[in-house]
Nanobody, 125 residues
């Protein structure tokens, strides 16, 4: 069993920054791909960013490319999402996800078998 706990969400003005963290526990972390997804009210959950098990490969949704950065600290079993130049359309609940047993990252929500509880990010104009 894997437990994922997100933190770092909050309220920020447009143009500001936030750093989300996701602490993983319950099994080996360093070999599993990790991802961030988000869900706005009335919308489907959408892919944001993913990172491979070793951290050498990352991939982003076009909507956040150049503004968001995903990273991981395998020693601390933590994955991060640095969000800069935030826009009101980034407002959503952000979820961390683990693709246990999969090394390469994925933009598909179906590749992930464990999810955190989510953290709210609200960006005001």
């Amino acid at each position: 069993q894997v437990q994922l706990v997100e933190s770092g969400g909050g309220l920020v003005q447009a143009g500001g920054s936030l750093r989300l963290s996701c602490a993983a526990s319950g099994r080996t972390f360093s070999s599993d791909a990790m991802g961030w997804f988000r869900q706005a009210p009335g919308k489907e959950r959408e892919f944001v960013a993913t990172i491979s098990g070793g951290g050498s490969s990352t991939y982003y949704a076009d909507s956040v490319k150049g503004r968001f950065t995903i990273s991981r600290d395998n020693a601390k079993h933590t994955v991060f999402l640095q969000m800069n130049s935030l826009k009101p359309e980034d407002t959503a609940v952000y979820y961390c996800a683990a693709a246990v047993g999969r090394w390469s990252g994925s933009s598909s929500r179906y590749a992930y078998n464990y999810w955190g509880q989510g953290t709210q990010v609200t960006v005001t104009p």
